[in-house]
């Protein structure tokens, strides 16, 4: 059971680029979302989705799109690189969306500098 | 949204010993979670504690919960060194869940 798979574990990219951050589980989870961890800032939630179709904003949504095609499936687009999105992105899943709150599963995070 | 504190920020402790971190929360929860997370890892859920519950326990941890304070505090009995790590309180607002900043712990041999 691999749980939650991030890719690419590292990324460097030039100001101006545009990458996506993928995410996938297969626990069959409803629930999925999107966080950035910057030192001194804990972890901030930058999209979620409750289920197939369906996806709603965070905490600092500016300079990403996500969508959700697939129950397994949750990439985040990061539509033109800015050197203050150099952080570590986190994707996690849980049972339920909606709600009572099930334990997040994470993954191992992707790292990603853009200079 | 601000998020919910967790105090302290640093933690050091020697082998053996108990440690306690403690967390401040906003609003009124449903429940409330605790994570762990060892360097260039994700989080690892340790302990969730309903909004009903008083205390928790799992191992050598133990939660508990004052709502009437809004707080919570997680104690790591007998530590060991492979308890260095980040810990993270997490409290459920909407369909989000909300992050405090953590606290790191350090276990010295």
């Known amino acids: 059971n691999a749980g939650v798979t991030q890719t690419p574990k590292f990324q460097v990219l030039k100001t101006g680029q545009s990458m996506t951050l993928q995410c996938a589980q297969d626990?069959?989870?409803?629930?999925m979302s999107w966080y950035r961890q910057d030192p001194g800032m804990g972890l901030r939630l930058i999209h979620y989705s409750v289920g197939a179709g369906i996806t709603d904003q965070g905490e600092v949504p500016n300079g990403y799109n996500v969508s959700r095609s697939t129950t397994e499936d949750f990439p985040l687009r990061l539509l033109s690189a800015a050197p203050s999105q150099t952080s570590v992105y986190f994707c996690?899943?849980?049972?339920?969306?909606?709600?009572?709150?099930?334990?997040?599963?994470f993954g191992d995070g992707t790292r990603l500098s853009i200079l | 949204s601000q998020q919910g504190e967790e105090d302290p920020q640093a933690l050091s402790i020697q082998e053996g010993e108990n440690a306690t971190m403690n967390c401040s929360y906003k609003t009124s929860i449903n429940n409330l979670q605790w994570y762990r997370q060892n360097s260039g890892r994700g989080l690892v859920h340790l302990i969730l504690?309903?909004?009903?519950?008083r205390e928790k326990h799992s191992g050598r941890l133990r939660v508990t919960l004052d709502t009437s304070k809004k707080s919570s505090s997680l104690l790591i009995t007998a530590s060991r060194a492979a308890d260095t790590a980040s810990y993270f309180c997490a409290e459920k607002r909407a369909q989000k869940l909300v992050f405090g900043q953590g606290t790191r712990l350090t276990i010295n041999p």
């Open positions: 996690a899943s849980s049972p339920t969306g909606t709600g009572g709150f099930q334990p997040q599963h």
């Open positions: 626990m069959n989870h409803e629930y």
């Open positions: 504690i309903r909004s009903n519950e």
